[in-house]
């Protein structure tokens, strides 16, 4: 089954994504729409894609199978509800959306036509990823008690960049903190407290956070964001019979140093497909191969909650 994908917001992470296709055996990138036709006819120009069109509305007629969506953050919401409308598969680049509401609205659309919709995380796709979930799975590690790390990015504070303009979704917490949130979750599920600290731009953005997560029976995540410093990128999952680090950049995981009680410590070391996106990719198709319309990696529940974290965290930072 090949799968004719277009894409909708020919920007970076299109671009990136573009590329990628190029992987996935099963996966034909045929279409990209914009609202500007020339954006639209460059960008397919760029890549080999036959369909350019002028218009998201023009995309989601068109006759492809699935949109993978790469709007900024506060597009999502109105684009991907047509999408859906539309009855196209759907691949969410990740913040999701904006807020708790918008990100419940889609999920209840995408449920009620029972159309496949994906959030955009495809560092829970990554082979040393999937294999430390198999870790934890097994048993190896124990109980995971704690989970903490950092996603620290120095970046020069410009307020007509997308990352720090509040109009299109700007901040570390949307564009850092919903990574550090979901490699959480994925094995602490929702916390029961959230408490974050952080500094904020001229304009009212956050730049930096602190993240502390609770659960009842004394589980525990540290986290730390930014834009403001660099850092390793690093994250560690720490049971009651061992841990696991995964090395730095964690999002875009190669290398897990394994730590079991009483043995000695492997050094682990992970291929990858092109970039690493094209793990996703495959997995969507395998998705809508399987007439799935949701991920069992990636379930729309896991996106709501780690967007009721961001959303607590903002909440907490005075945004």
Not at 10 to 21: L, V
Not at 101 to 122: G, H, K, L, N, Y
Not at 136 to 149: M, P, T
Not at 228 to 243: D, E, L, N, S
């Amino acid at each position: 089954m090949t799968v004719r994908w277009g894409i909708a917001g020919p920007g970076r992470i299109a671009a990136t994504m573009a590329a990628e296709f190029a992987h996935v055996p099963d996966a034909e990138l045929v279409a990209v729409g914009s609202r500007s036709s020339e954006r639209a006819k460059e960008f397919a120009g760029r890549f080999g894609i036959p369909q350019a069109y002028g218009s998201y509305a023009e995309l989601f007629a068109s006759d492809v199978d699935a949109i993978y969506l790469a709007t900024p953050h506060g597009q999502h919401t109105d684009l991907a509800l047509a999408a859906i409308d539309a009855g196209k598969a759907l691949l969410v680049e990740k913040a999701f959306t904006a807020s708790v509401a918008d990100t419940r609205a889609v999920i209840s659309a995408a449920r009620s036509r029972r159309v496949f919709c994906m959030e955009a995380m495809w560092t829970r796709f990554l082979p040393a990823v999937a294999h430390l979930r198999e870790l934890v799975a097994s048993g190896a590690l124990g109980e995971v008690r704690a989970v903490y790390g950092d996603l620290l990015a120095f970046r020069e504070f410009d307020p007509e960049d997308r990352l720090f303009n509040p109009a299109l979704g700007g901040g570390a917490v949307l564009d850092l903190g919903v990574y550090v949130i979901s490699f959480t979750q994925q094995f602490l599920g929702a916390p029961a407290v959230v408490h974050a600290t952080g500094g904020m731009y001229p304009n009212g953005v956050e730049g930096e956070a602190g993240i502390l997560m609770g659960w009842t029976d004394g589980r525990y995540a540290t986290q730390a964001i930014g834009f403001t410093a660099p850092g390793p990128g690093r994250q560690v999952v720490a049971g009651t019979k061992g841990w696991v680090e995964v090395k730095p950049r964690f999002h875009r995981a190669e290398q897990l140093s394994v730590h079991l009680l009483g043995e000695e410590p492997q050094e682990l070391v992970f291929g990858k497909t092109g970039v690493g996106y094209s793990h996703e990719l495959a997995h969507v198709n395998a998705c809508l191969a399987r007439g799935l319309t949701e991920s069992p990696v990636m379930p729309l529940s896991d996106t709501l909650a780690v967007q009721e974290v961001m959303a607590e965290v903002l909440s907490q930072l005075g945004r």
